[in-house]
């Protein structure tokens, strides 16, 4: 339970509105708030007190025993600006208990205590299935202990921080009773101080008849899990063949375990070489093999056999399966960083830094973004110019079983490191691309709606592509009338080819039509202004910036820049509705 305890109006306010939220996990104290605070302090797990933290420190400070019973407190300030987790940070709570008010409330959570400050992770936020004594665990890695890691395969992992390891690999004397995590998809039983990380390795290839009861599937799948000794938290699909794709009983059985269904076609399945074909499948779905096959597509290692299932009523069995684990694949993510500022990183962008254990990229993007990274990552930045380099950087770690994130900024994809990496990617590892927010896109909102028709992005750097082929593509551009964001307009050693650019535009645009200019869109210094053609002075233009160039129909209107969404002003609004 979570005491709340407030003096003024304006904290009974807020904690009301904690606990309307909260109706079964809080009480409101009311009364005078020592006496309040001396009856929630006895009852309660947790306090959230609507005072200021002087005056909740002197409340608190005769009843204060021991910090593995006190109850966490967490001070919230009259405006609601601030959630404090002031005492009991780990062991109350606290710390966690500042973020859940901050989140909801809209305050910012203090939290104090090193590690968390840190961002040392719980071992329930790494995105894996996690069994055991979480919160001891958790606290040993937090307060630094030596912590053991017993990997029965390798994952790729999220960073862990140093004292978390292998004992070999970690400096120093082992104590005798140490935590630790294991990663496996086996059933353990675990001791105190133990903790079992449960990555998504099994594939369970499944067969069946038409018609087959989803209990009779599941409860095969089941057994056969745990004859085996396998964990279905590490249950990663349920796999057939294409045919079977809508047989009911297996789509609910799928459903009810809480895994995708996945399927293969025969003539796929029927070049798996398995250990126990049959004439069955053969003569029905045109494989010789369904469970057994669908599990090992992919390959892995084949923990059980093809297996029956059992009826009750002595019928013959109407579904088989097979179980294989997939060896853990390395990951990587090609993470677009958005223009700079941090509220235009996505949230997904941000998932995928903390889930890296290895983070590559140019060094002034890494520093954007450093204090997301969770203690352990291996940073591997590079200055400018090393572009194949980090790629094949990325892919090598990602191929050594790895989580690697590879950075870029605005998106990874545009003018940036997802095609070099790509490029050296084979399929033995997973990509996963997350589009980041670019800077033609940053540079558009603040100069109005300079894109509301069709545009392209052109760079004018000649390092890696002629000039000849960068000019006709200004000059399709120019012909064809559509909006030109540049990129790379200008640099110290590279000046002519901005003014060529626009003269070539000009052939076909007035001489009045606007021009935007953003200079470090997104950033402390932004700057961003709208001009013409012809009053754009490109000394003003640097490598920071992106110059947007209207179509014919492009206006500034009260200082922004406007291209219809048609191609005339007037037949816009008639023809085109959002
Ligand atoms: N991947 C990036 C582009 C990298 S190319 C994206 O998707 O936006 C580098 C060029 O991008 C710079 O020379 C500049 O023209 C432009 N650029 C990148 N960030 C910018 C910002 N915040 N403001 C203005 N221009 C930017």
């Known amino acids: 339970m979570i005491g709340l305890i407030s003096a003024t109006a304006a904290g009974a306010?807020?904690?009301?509105?904690?606990?309307?939220?909260?109706?079964?996990?809080?009480?409101?104290?009311?009364?005078?708030?020592?006496?309040?605070?001396?009856?929630?302090?006895?009852?309660?797990?947790?306090?959230?007190?609507?005072?200021?933290?002087?005056?909740?420190v002197r409340l608190l400070a005769p009843l204060l025993g021991d910090k593995a019973s006190d109850p966490g407190v967490v001070c919230v300030d009259e405006g609601g600006r601030f959630a404090v987790s002031l005492v009991g940070g780990h062991g109350g709570g606290a710390n966690e208990l500042a973020r859940e008010v901050g989140e909801l409330m809209g305050a910012e959570p203090v939290v104090t205590t090193a590690t968390d400050a840190m961002g040392v992770p719980g071992l329930d936020t790494l995105g894996v299935p996690v069994e055991g004594d979480v919160a001891g665990v958790s606290r040993a890695v937090l307060d630094g202990e030596a912590v053991?890691?017993?990997?029965?395969?390798?994952?790729?992992?999220?960073?862990?921080?140093?004292?978390?390891?292998?004992?070999?690999?970690r400096q120093g004397s082992v104590p005798q009773q140490e935590p630790v995590i294991h990663v496996t998809?086996?059933?353990?039983?675990?001791?105190?101080?133990?903790?079992?990380?449960?990555?998504?390795?099994?594939?369970?290839?499944?067969g069946?008849?038409?018609?087959?009861?989803?209990?009779?599937?599941?409860?095969?799948?089941?057994?056969?899990?745990?004859?085996?000794?396998?964990?279905?938290?590490s249950l990663a699909e349920i796999v057939t063949v294409d045919a079977k794709a809508d047989e009911p009983g297996i789509v609910q059985a799928a459903e009810s375990l809480g895994v995708p269904l996945v399927t293969y076609s025969a003539d796929e399945l029927a070049a798996v070489e398995v250990p126990n074909p049959s004439d069955a499948p053969l003569a029905a779905v045109g494989t010789p093999s369904v469970a057994e096959a669908a599990a090992l597509v992919r390959g892995g290692e084949l923990l059980v056999p093809k297996r029956k299932s059992e009826r009750a009523d002595g019928k013959a069995a109407m579904a088989t399966c097979a179980v294989v684990r997939r060896p853990?694949?390395?990951?990587?993510?090609?993470?677009?960083?958005?223009?700079?500022?941090?509220?235009?990183?996505?949230?997904?962008?941000?998932?995928?830094?903390?889930?890296?254990?290895?983070?590559?990229?140019?060094?002034?993007?890494?520093?954007?973004?450093?204090?997301?990274?969770?203690?352990?990552?291996?940073?591997?930045?590079?200055?400018?110019?090393?572009?194949?380099?980090?790629?094949?950087?990325?892919?090598?770690?990602?191929?050594?079983?790895?989580?690697?994130?590879?950075?870029?900024?605005?998106?990874?994809?545009?003018?940036?490191?997802?095609?070099?990496?790509?490029?050296?990617?084979?399929?033995?590892?997973?990509?996963?691309?997350?589009?980041?927010?670019?800077?033609?896109?940053?540079?558009?909102?603040?100069?109005?709606?300079?894109?509301?028709?069709?545009?392209?992005?052109?760079?004018?750097?000649?390092l890696h592509t002629p000039w000849e082929v960068i000019e006709r593509r200004v000059r399709a551009a120019a012909e064809a009338d559509i909006v030109v964001t540049f990129y790379n307009p200008r640099s110290r050693g590279r000046d002519w080819q901005l003014p060529k650019?626009?003269?070539?535009?000009?052939?076909?645009?007035e001489p009045t039509t606007p021009v935007g200019v953003v200079r470090q869109a997104s950033r402390p210094d932004e700057s961003a202004r709208v001009t013409t053609l012809a009053a754009l002075d490109p000394a003003t233009v640097d490598m920071m910036t992106v110059v947007t160039v209207g179509n014919t129909a492009t206006r500034e209107i009260a200082g922004?820049?406007?291209?219809?969404?048609g191609y005339r002003w007037q037949e816009s609004a008639q023809e085109e509705s959002e």
């Open 328 to 462: 853990g694949r390395g990951r990587l993510a090609v993470v677009g960083l958005g223009p700079g500022a941090r509220d235009l990183l996505t949230p997904r962008a941000k998932a995928e830094l903390r889930s890296a254990s290895v983070l590559v990229g140019l060094d002034q993007y890494v520093d954007q973004i450093r204090d997301l990274l969770r203690p352990g990552t291996r940073v591997l930045e590079s200055g400018l110019g090393a572009e194949e380099e980090r790629a094949r950087t990325a892919v090598a770690e990602a191929r050594k079983g790895q989580a690697v994130a590879l950075i870029g900024s605005g998106d990874a994809g545009v003018y940036a490191m997802a095609s070099p990496a790509l490029a050296e990617a084979s399929d033995d590892i997973d990509v996963i691309g997350v589009p980041g927010v670019t800077a033609a896109l940053a540079a558009a909102a603040i100069l109005g709606a300079p894109l509301g028709h069709d545009h392209v992005s052109i760079s004018l750097s000649d």
């Open 501 to 509: 650019a626009l003269a070539i535009l000009g052939e076909h645009r």
């Open 560 to 565: 922004r820049m406007v291209t219809p969404r």
């Open 208 to 233: 069946a008849s038409k018609g087959a009861p989803t209990d009779e599937i599941l409860g095969l799948v089941h057994a056969a899990l745990r004859d085996a000794g396998l964990s279905p938290k």
């Open 13 to 56: 306010v807020a904690a009301q509105r904690l606990a309307s939220a909260w109706p079964e996990r809080t009480r409101v104290y009311e009364g005078p708030v020592r006496d309040a605070v001396g009856r929630a302090f006895g009852e309660c797990e947790q306090l959230v007190c609507f005072l200021a933290t002087g005056a909740t």
């Open 185 to 206: 998809d086996r059933l353990l039983d675990i001791g105190q101080a133990q903790v079992v990380l449960r990555p998504p390795s099994l594939v369970v290839g499944v």
């Open 148 to 169: 053991e890691l017993d990997l029965e395969f390798s994952w790729p992992l999220p960073a862990l921080p140093s004292n978390v390891g292998r004992p070999a690999a």
